[in-house]
């Protein structure tokens, strides 16, 4: 993206892919996981707001929310946030 945020979720899944999740250590617990989350919570927002019964809201919330209680319980193992942002993007790339 360099060095642009990503503004659809197109955009995101391209950031998202140049983010190494096989060695999360090096790319997510020196601080970018920080920025993986306010770029995904900004982007899939809109999903987010519309009403409950919405299809792609309640195709996208449950994957927003693993990645929220992932990173907010710092877990960068394989099966933890790394997992919950390649179901994101295999998501959207399903839709």
């Given at each position: 993206?360099?060095?642009?945020?990503?503004?659809t979720?197109?955009?995101?899944?391209?950031?998202?892919?140049?983010?190494?999740?096989?060695?999360?250590?090096?790319?997510l617990?020196?601080?970018?996981?920080?920025?993986?989350?306010?770029?995904?919570?900004?982007?899939?927002?809109?999903?987010?707001?519309?009403?409950?019964?919405?299809?792609?809201?309640?195709?996208?919330e449950?994957?927003?929310?693993?990645?929220?209680?992932?990173?907010?319980?710092?877990?960068?193992?394989?099966?933890?946030?790394?997992?919950?942002?390649?179901?994101?993007?295999?998501?959207?790339?399903?839709?």
């Amino acid at each position: 993206m360099d060095n642009q945020e990503p503004k659809t979720k197109f955009e995101l899944i391209r950031y998202l892919r140049q983010i190494n999740l096989d060695d999360p250590r090096k790319d997510l617990e020196w601080g970018r996981a920080d920025e993986i989350v306010r770029n995904v919570q900004r982007v899939m927002a809109p999903y987010l707001t519309r009403p409950e019964d919405d299809n792609q809201r309640q195709y996208y919330e449950p994957v927003i929310r693993m990645i929220e209680r992932t990173f907010e319980e710092r877990d960068f193992r394989r099966k933890g946030f790394p997992f919950a942002v390649r179901t994101l993007v295999n998501y959207i790339e399903g839709e």
